[in-house]
């Protein structure tokens, strides 16, 4: 049997995940910040019938007594792991001179550290299963800087600079790191990023279009379901690539920044912001 450890499992492409890997056979470690929002998972585990293929685990990503206690209790029943995906994160929406200091160790303990913190304690499982992934869920946010979201796309970039190094230093071991790069999915990130930024009268019209278009945004978003699928297609390859972008816009984004001078690219956001 193979074993999975994922992060952020109470809702979005957490909880999917671990109902597809838990179908596709995967013991599943499905942990979450605070287990009283676990119902979810487990209602849609046992309308799959996986339910005995998942175990819900109390894990939040920024104490380390929690990780490590975590770690114990895998560590206890099997010894090993195939698979983890750093999953949990949230978006820090807001204008850069109304965010905070708090605000930005807050995104960054939870999108940065959370992450190293959860694969430092969890990689000698992968190491004594002779091998195995770590796929880190990223976003179009970690591939271009965003206005109104600078914390959050921030975290994501330094994510992507950990996540290469980290394959490059584990490929010998045969640990593949690959990071996922999602557009605007229907999950909750969205909404409670949004949700923080303070309504106000007096805002700019630069700062007013740019709510409603992210709002509309949100609206718009695409199926979670796609992501999950490629997440499944990253795990059953052999010899997963480091990136995998997902959505239009993504694509969109990884290739214009390679092949368009950015003060092009400066002009066109600003006006499609405007208009």
């Not at 838990?22 to 910040?33: H, N």
């Not at 052999?238 to 997902?246: A, N």
């Not at 694509?251 to 214009?256: C, S």
Request: hydrophobic share 40%.
């Amino acid at each position: 049997m193979k074993i999975a450890v994922i992060t952020g499992t109470n809702s979005g492409f957490g909880l999917l995940t671990s109902i597809e890997l838990a179908k596709a056979g995967y013991f599943v470690f499905a942990t979450m910040r605070d287990l009283k929002n676990r119902n979810d998972l487990l209602n849609k585990a046992k309308e799959a019938k996986v339910e005995n293929q998942i175990e819900c685990v109390q894990m939040d990503i920024t104490k380390s007594n929690e990780v490590e206690k975590a770690y114990e209790q895998v560590r206890y029943k099997f010894n090993k792991i195939d698979l983890l995906i750093n999953n949990a994160g949230y978006a820090q929406g807001g204008f850069f001179e109304e965010v905070t200091d708090d605000m930005w160790i807050e995104q960054f303990q939870t999108n940065v550290f959370g992450h190293i913190r959860v694969t430092r304690t969890f990689l000698p499982l992968i190491q004594n299963n002779g091998g195995g992934k770590i796929i880190n869920i990223s976003s179009v946010s970690g591939l271009f800087g965003f206005p109104g979201l600078s914390p959050y796309t921030s975290s994501k970039f330094a994510l992507e600079g950990w996540s290469e190094s980290l394959r490059l230093e584990l490929l010998d071991e045969n640990i593949w790191v690959t990071i996922v790069e999602p557009a605007s999915y229907q999950t909750n990130i969205w909404k409670k990023g949004l949700s923080r930024i303070t309504k106000k009268d007096d805002r700019s019209l630069f700062q007013k279009k740019l709510l409603e278009q992210a709002e509309q945004s949100a609206i718009n978003a695409q199926d979670p379901i796609q992501v999950v699928q490629l997440i499944l297609k990253i795990v059953h390859s052999k010899r997963p690539k480091l990136r995998y972008p997902i959505g239009g816009i993504t694509r969109f984004v990884t290739l214009g920044k390679a092949l368009i001078p950015w003060r092009f690219i400066e002009t066109i956001v600003i006006k499609a912001i405007k208009k």
